[in-house]
């Protein structure tokens, strides 16, 4: 197996995750690609034991995550591949559990624990999280979606090395923001079968170091715009509006109706499903409804005005971004449908 971590600027959160992979006697190789780091994640990187690949110029047309993981899986020598993000935390047992469901899968994605470090984040992030199984559904439901309505976390991606290879997966989404989703959305479309798994048990996530950083920066790409036609969009904020934020908003002004008791208890109860993806949590999970509405908010403005800026990085709007990116897909791919587990990656 070799695991690859696309990295720019990221000295001080590689390290936990670098030697945890590291220990892990499943692991064959690890590639960190430096993609034009300025804080010495190189240096981090190469003095913890993994091999750095320094990342060639950004090509026109390329995000910088995708032209990382191309270079990067181009490097390894592993029949199985796993690419991480540098903030997740991976736990033994992970590595073997992602290798032996790639019997079944031909993608796999995994999804984390999350590590929030105050209440306030827990709870915007519940609220988040919470707007996603309201469009999506919760990991492993018991029909697969159509690939047009399939979602993936590329914090943690495992394939096959050859078969990607064949597809060139990571060319195909190189103008996407929304990179993961992109990518299980083709690669399911070319009849791949992609596996959404619940990994909380072997892989833990930091991803924003405050609640105002999750509001800017997952809330730029919770809204899926450029992997979204504008017709799925409405319908998906529509759902977002009428069973989050309005019966919150009903409520706050005395005014709420059976209907809208009905939502609110349904959102608790979704609320309290949502605590074991996170390593600590409390009653700030119940009170996450309360942020219902802003997050209707956050999405609606993402939505309509989508941000094209990553690290330091601003990219032009893609052909994809102004169109629909699942009428374009699919004149360049097959049918296919995606494959959903029904157990976690740690069962």
Known sequence: MSVVIP?????????????AVLADPEVGEVIVVDDGSSDGTAD??????????????????WIGKQWALRQGVA??????????????????GLFGALTRVL???????????????????????????????YRFGPIGPPTAPPPHRTIA????????????????????????????????????????????????????????DSAGELWREWGRS????DVTGPGQQAADLAVIWLTGAVP??????????WPDLA???LRVLVAGALRGSYRRAGAELLLSPLLDPAVAVRLTHATIRPVRRWRSRTYPRSRLVRTSADRADTTVSGGGRTGWPARSAGR
């Open 222 to 225: 919770l809204s899926l715009g």
């Open 263 to 265: 939502l609110l208890a």
């Open 75 to 92: 490097a390894t020598r592993g029949e199985v591949v796993v690419t991480l993000d540098a903030d997740t935390r991976p736990a033994p």
């Open 153 to 208: 976390n590329g914090q943690c991606l495992a394939f096959r090395r050859a078969r990607m290879a064949e597809a060139d997966g990571f060319t195909w989404v190189r103008d996407r923001m929304t990179d993961d989703v992109a990518l299980a959305r083709h690669l399911a479309r070319r009849g791949w079968k992609v596996g959404f798994l619940d990994a909380g048990g072997l892989l833990e996530v930091d991803m924003h």
């Open 248 to 257: 919150v908003l009903r409520l706050a002004a005395g005014r709420p109706s």
């Open 44 to 61: 981090v990187a190469a003095e913890l034991g993994a091999k750095v690949v320094t990342s060639m110029p950004l090509p026109p047309g």
């Open 103 to 133: 019997d079944q899968y031909d993608l796999v994605s995994a999804g984390p624990r999350f590590r929030c470090d105050s209440r306030l984040e827990r709870a915007l992030h519940a609220s988040m999280l919470a707007s996603l199984v």
């Open 7 to 19: 990295a720019r600027d990221e000295a001080s959160r590689i390290g936990p995750c670098l030697r």
